[in-house]
C-alpha cells in the first residue's frame, strides 16, 4: 500500500497560489515606444507576432514542477505484504580459544589430519547458521580477550569473523577467566531473556587478570548459562628420531576448572576428543529449549520520492530552455 512519510508537506502546495494573490504584479509595460507615421508596412508583420501555441502550457507545466516537488518531499513509500520474522529471545556468545596449543594437529577433517582451531571452525560455523533467531556474537581469546563480532542476527558474518580467526591472534597464553569476564560484560545489559556462552579451550587458564572461579560467579550472578567445550583427543602419535611413540596432547587441559564453571551457572561440560564428538556436542547444544518472544511482523518499505523528483526535475528543465530561448 501507499504511504507518505512526511504529509505535512503537502500544507506546501498553494504556496504559489498565495504568492501570486499576496504580491503585487510585476509591471511588463515598457515606457519606450516606437513612433512611426504609418502602420502599412507592418501588416504583413501581424501574423509573426502571435504568441505559439505550445507557450500557453507553461504555466500548467509550472504549476505540475511545483505539485510533484512537494509530492517528493512528502516521502512517498510503498510498503509490502507482512514478514514474519522470528525471534527466539536467546543471546548466545561463542568464545574459542586461539591460544598456541590449538595448533596441535590432533582431529581428522576428512581423512586429512588438521588442528584444533580448523576442526572447531568446521563444526562450529555450522552451528552458527543452524541458530536462526539468536542473536550471536563472537569472542576469541588467548593471552587476551577480544570481541570479534558483536550480538547479531547476522549469522553468515559471523561465520565469516570465525571463519577469518588464525592462532596466535590474541596471544599464545590462555586467558579464560578474561574471556569469560568479557562475556559477561557483553550480555548483562542486554534484555533477552535467555543468555547463553559457549567457552571452548584446549588448555588452562595461564593468563588474564579475572580468575576463572571469580567470573563464573560474575556469570551466575547476571543469569548466563555457561557450556564448557574441552578440546583434545587423549592420545597421538608422534613421529620421533627412532619411531613413533603415543602421548597424550591433552595434559593441560583444566577439566576440573571448565567443570566448575559449567556447574556454578547452570550449564554442562563437554569433552570433544575428536570431530565426531564435537559434532555430537553441537548437536546436543541446538537441543536448548528457545525462550519464544513471539513472531515480530516487519514490512518492506521501497522509496518512490526519485520519481516524482525526476519529474519536476523534468519540468524545471523545460522552463529553463524556455527562458533561455526568450533572452535570446
Known amino acids: 500500500m501507499l504511504e507518505f512519510a512526511w504529509p505535512w508537506s503537502f500544507v506546501a502546495?498553494?504556496?504559489?497560489?498565495?504568492?501570486?494573490?499576496?504580491?503585487?504584479?510585476?509591471?511588463?509595460?515598457?515606457?519606450?515606444?516606437?513612433?512611426?507615421?504609418?502602420?502599412?508596412?507592418?501588416?504583413?508583420?501581424?501574423?509573426?507576432?502571435?504568441?505559439p501555441m505550445y507557450k500557453q502550457f507553461f504555466p500548467p507545466l509550472a504549476l505540475l514542477g511545483w505539485a510533484l516537488l512537494v509530492l517528493a518531499a512528502s516521502n512517498p513509500q510503498w510498503l509490502g505484504a507482512p514478514i514474519g520474522v522470528t525471534d527466539t529471545g536467546r543471546d548466545l556468545m561463542l568464545a574459542v580459544d586461539l591460544s598456541e596449543s590449538m595448533e596441535v594437529e590432533d582431529f581428522l577433517l576428512e581423512g586429512e589430519p588438521v588442528d584444533r582451531l580448523v576442526a572447531t571452525k568446521a563444526v562450529a560455523k555450522a552451528?552458527?547458521?543452524?541458530?536462526?533467531g539468536d542473536r550471536i556474537g563472537l569472542l576469541v581469546f588467548g593471552e587476551q580477550a577480544y570481541l570479534n563480532a558483536p550480538l547479531t542476527h547476522d549469522r553468515a558474518t559471523v561465520a565469516q569473523l570465525l571463519d577469518e580467526t588464525a592462532i596466535g591472534l590474541a596471544g599464545r597464553s590462555t586467558a579464560i577467566g578474561d574471556a569469560l569476564g568479557l562475556a559477561v560484560k557483553r550480555l548483562r545489559e542486554q534484555d533477552a531473556e535467555h543468555k547463553v556462552v559457549i567457552l571452548m579451550t584446549d588448555g588452562a587458564n595461564t593468563a588474564g587478570q579475572v580468575k576463572p572461579q571469580r567470573a563464573a560467579r560474575l556469570a551466575a550472578s547476571a543469569g548466563?548459562?555457561?557450556?564448557?567445550?574441552?578440546?583434545?583427543?587423549?592420545?597421538?602419535m608422534v613421529r620421533q628420531l627412532f619411531g613413533n611413540i603415543r602421548v597424550n596432547p591433552s595434559t593441560d587441559l583444566d577439566?576440573?576448572?571448565?567443570?566448575?564453571?559449567?556447574?556454578?551457572?547452570?550449564?554442562?561440560?563437554?569433552?570433544?576428543?575428536?570431530?565426531?564428538?564435537?559434532?555430537?556436542?553441537?548437536?546436543?547444544?541446538?537441543?536448548?529449549?528457545?525462550?519464544?518472544?513471539?513472531?515480530?511482523?516487519?514490512?518492506?518499505v521501497h522509496a518512490l520520492y526519485p520519481w516524482p523528483l525526476a519529474l519536476a526535475a523534468l519540468c524545471a528543465g523545460i522552463l529553463l530552455w524556455r527562458q533561455s530561448r526568450s533572452a535570446l
Open 13 to 51: 502546495l498553494p504556496l504559489p497560489w498565495l504568492v501570486r494573490w499576496l504580491l503585487p504584479a510585476v509591471s511588463t509595460v515598457d515606457s519606450g515606444a516606437l513612433r512611426v507615421p504609418d502602420l502599412e508596412d507592418f501588416r504583413h508583420l501581424g501574423a509573426d507576432v502571435d504568441e
Open 127 to 132: 552451528f552458527i547458521e543452524r541458530r536462526e
Open 224 to 236: 548466563l548459562k555457561v557450556y564448557t567445550i574441552g578440546i583434545g583427543a587423549d592420545e597421538m
Open 255 to 300: 577439566e576440573k576448572t571448565l567443570r566448575g564453571i559449567a556447574a556454578a551457572t547452570g550449564g554442562r561440560y563437554f569433552r570433544a576428543r575428536d570431530l565426531e564428538a564435537l559434532e555430537e556436542i553441537y548437536a546436543e547444544l541446538d537441543l536448548l529449549e528457545p525462550v519464544a518472544r513471539g513472531e515480530q511482523q516487519l514490512r518492506p
